[in-house]
């Protein structure tokens, strides 16, 4: 009897510890299997079928905003705006749980930013485009293909299903691609003395080369012709340039020009020609000039990295005799149904075409209704970008059918030292992601000596900036 009942005891005992067991594993798996969600990861998927992916996050603020970085420091300890669906990725990029967190919709939050100068927002690259400022962190810029993408602070690492990764955005640097822009070049009359006094070619870009050694195209306006026959003048107003001072076009490293300006036929058919055969000679591409009307209007078209640029220029300024047609040299004008007509042929060949336009009233900072119809017009017909010129001051800037407009991009080499207006300059970077423009970076330049442009120190470029502001349309 005493052994029946110390069997039984036994059995019990071992009944007990099973069931304890299978409750406790059973538990122990169902923890884990909650918890294998974090990160989206999912054990009922095989591990090989799991991809790791890093993606990137960016503080962005109004595109007038005067500052252009921030540290992380302040991120971690500002107020920012962050979009609610995106709250825990937010954070983890962050690396805090508790800050001065505003919650909106990502549209609630552009619309935001366009209006109010001074918010910041953390977004994904996705939600960004050149409508708002990217700022550099700590000194790095995420649309420059040069920054080390792993010392980026705003970054997580996700494990993504194939369905996931399929879906997601991935960034890669390397698809980045960095216009640099700068306005007229006139390498005569004083721009002439200074070289001709300092033995110097290169003397008018030598403070300014540095600011272009990041882009992959770097494009202004060359608004007059080379000329052997060109004969210096201290006060003339036909210009010309000696081809021995195209070395400073090579030095600064120019993929190409546009030859649309209202100067560039003053030494005839023949300065045209000569231009035209120098820039070729050293393989800068050019548009808006030639033997004829067809070939003024011909485009150039550059690729890089799988992505084609395509560029047009037109001259709107007198005098209409520097016109090119059918039978004579010049300029390609900015006939509208002209425009219209090329744009479309051009679409189709490239990724990205980009109007430069030679256009408006001197020394204003207002663009004319005129700039503004050529301007839209040409957006409509399928422009991505438009780069302006030739007012000689820096004129405003405007966001239409959600394309760029530079209505006046300012004097870059030239001896108009009588004004603080036509001192002014600037220079752009448009950075495009694919074919998708994403930062513009705007750099205030200053004429000094009559001849040789320097970025703006804080104050002058304030000035500068208001002065684009004043005549922008956002």
Same mark, same amino acid.
């Given at each position: 009897?005493?052994?029946?009942?110390?069997?039984?005891?036994?059995?019990?005992?071992?009944?007990?510890?099973?069931?304890?067991?299978?409750?406790?594993?059973?538990?122990?798996?169902?923890?884990?299997?909650?918890?294998?969600?974090?990160?989206?990861?999912?054990?009922?998927?095989?591990?090989?079928?799991?991809?790791?992916?890093?993606?990137?996050?960016?503080?962005?603020?109004?595109?007038?905003?005067?500052?252009?970085?921030?540290?992380?420091?302040?991120?971690?300890?500002?107020?920012?705006?962050?979009?609610?669906?995106?709250? =825990? &990725?937010?954070?983890?990029?962050?690396?805090?749980?508790?800050?001065?967190?505003?919650?909106?919709?990502?549209?609630?939050?552009?619309?935001?930013?366009?209006?109010?100068?001074?918010?910041?927002?953390?977004?994904?690259?996705?939600?960004?485009?050149?409508?708002?400022?990217?700022?550099?962190?700590?000194?790095?810029?995420?649309?420059d293909k040069n920054t080390d993408s792993k010392k980026y602070p705003l970054q997580i690492v996700a494990r993504l299903s194939k369905k996931e990764y399929a879906e997601v955005f991935?960034?890669?640097?390397?698809?980045?691609?960095?216009?640099?822009?700068?306005?007229?070049?006139?390498? =005569?009359?004083?721009?002439?003395?200074?070289?001709?006094?300092?033995?110097?070619?290169?003397?008018?870009?030598?403070?300014?080369?540095?600011?272009?050694?990041?882009?992959?195209?770097?494009?202004?306006?060359?608004?007059?012709?080379?000329?052997?026959?060109?004969?210096?003048? &201290?006060?003339?107003?036909?210009?010309?340039?000696?081809?021995?001072?195209?070395?400073?076009?090579?030095?600064?490293?120019?993929?190409?020009?546009?030859?649309?300006?209202?100067?560039?036929?003053?030494?005839?058919?023949?300065?045209?020609?000569?231009?035209?055969?120098?820039?070729?000679?050293?393989?800068?591409?050019?548009?808006?000039?030639?033997?004829?009307?067809?070939?003024?209007?011909?485009?150039?078209?550059?690729?890089?990295?799988?992505?084609?640029?395509?560029?047009?220029?037109?001259?709107?300024?007198?005098?209409?005799?520097?016109?090119?047609?059918?039978?004579?040299?010049?300029?390609?004008?900015?006939?509208?149904?002209?425009?219209?007509?090329?744009?479309?042929?051009?679409?189709?060949?490239?990724?990205?075409?980009?109007?430069?336009?030679?256009?408006?009233?001197?020394?204003?900072?207002?663009?004319?209704?005129?700039?503004?119809?050529? =301007?839209?017009?040409?957006?409509?017909?399928?422009?991505?970008?438009?780069?302006?010129?030739?007012?000689?001051?820096?004129?405003?800037?405007?966001?239409?059918?959600?394309?760029?407009?530079?209505?006046?991009?300012?004097?870059?080499?030239?001896?108009?030292?009588?004004?603080?207006?036509?001192?002014?300059?600037?220079?752009? &970077?448009?950075?495009?992601?694919?074919?998708?423009?994403?930062?513009?970076?705007?750099?205030?330049?200053?004429?000094?000596?009559?001849?040789?442009?320097?970025?703006?120190?804080?104050?002058?470029?304030?000035t500068i900036l208001n002065r684009i502001w004043e005549g922008s349309s956002f």
């Amino acid at each position: 009897m005493k052994v029946g009942k110390v069997l039984f005891s036994l059995l019990l005992t071992v009944l007990i510890v099973l069931i304890l067991r299978y409750l406790f594993y059973s538990s122990k798996d169902l923890f884990d299997k909650n918890n294998s969600n974090f990160g989206n990861h999912n054990e009922s998927v095989p591990e090989e079928q799991f991809t790791e992916v890093t993606q990137f996050f960016a503080a962005v603020t109004s595109f007038s905003n005067e500052r252009n970085e921030i540290t992380l420091t302040e991120l971690k300890t500002g107020k920012l705006l962050i979009r609610k669906d995106k709250e =825990a &990725d937010t954070k983890k990029v962050l690396r805090i749980v508790n800050g001065d967190f505003e919650f909106l919709s990502k549209e609630e939050i552009i619309q935001k930013l366009l209006n109010q100068e001074n918010e910041i927002a953390i977004l994904p690259l996705t939600d960004i485009d050149f409508r708002l400022k990217t700022l550099k962190i700590d000194g790095l810029d995420i649309w420059d293909k040069n920054t080390d993408s792993k010392k980026y602070p705003l970054q997580i690492v996700a494990r993504l299903s194939k369905k996931e990764y399929a879906e997601v955005f991935t960034f890669n640097p390397q698809k980045l691609n960095r216009i640099t822009a700068a306005g007229e070049i006139i390498m =005569a009359r004083g721009v002439a003395e200074r070289i001709e006094k300092y033995h110097d070619v290169l003397y008018p870009f030598r403070k300014i080369k540095d600011l272009f050694t990041n882009s992959d195209l770097q494009i202004a306006t060359l608004e007059i012709p080379f000329s052997s026959s060109c004969n210096y003048c &201290d006060s003339c107003m036909v210009f010309c340039a000696k081809p021995e001072y195209f070395e400073g076009l090579n030095y600064m490293g120019f993929d190409g020009v546009s030859l649309a300006a209202n100067h560039i036929k003053d030494y005839g058919e023949e300065g045209i020609m000569e231009t035209i055969e120098l820039l070729d000679q050293n393989q800068i591409l050019h548009t808006g000039a030639g033997i004829n009307i067809d070939k003024a209007r011909q485009p150039w078209i550059k690729e890089i990295n799988g992505i084609k640029f395509g560029f047009l220029g037109y001259n709107d300024v007198v005098p209409t005799t520097y016109a090119a047609t059918e039978n004579s040299s010049g300029s390609a004008w900015a006939n509208i149904d002209e425009i219209v007509t090329d744009i479309k042929a051009l679409k189709p060949q490239v990724d990205v075409v980009v109007i430069f336009a030679h256009w408006g009233i001197e020394y204003t900072n207002i663009p004319s209704e005129r700039q503004k119809e050529i =301007a839209h017009t040409a957006i409509d017909a399928g422009a991505d970008l438009i780069i302006g010129d030739h007012p000689h001051w820096v004129q405003g800037v405007e966001i239409y059918h959600d394309k760029f407009i530079t209505y006046g991009i300012g004097n870059f080499v030239f001896d108009q030292m009588w004004s603080e207006e036509t001192r002014q300059g600037s220079i752009m &970077d448009f950075d495009f992601y694919e074919n998708r423009l994403v930062s513009i970076a705007i750099k205030p330049t200053v004429i000094d000596d009559y001849a040789q442009p320097r970025l703006a120190n804080e104050t002058e470029g304030k000035t500068i900036l208001n002065r684009i502001w004043e005549g922008s349309s956002f």
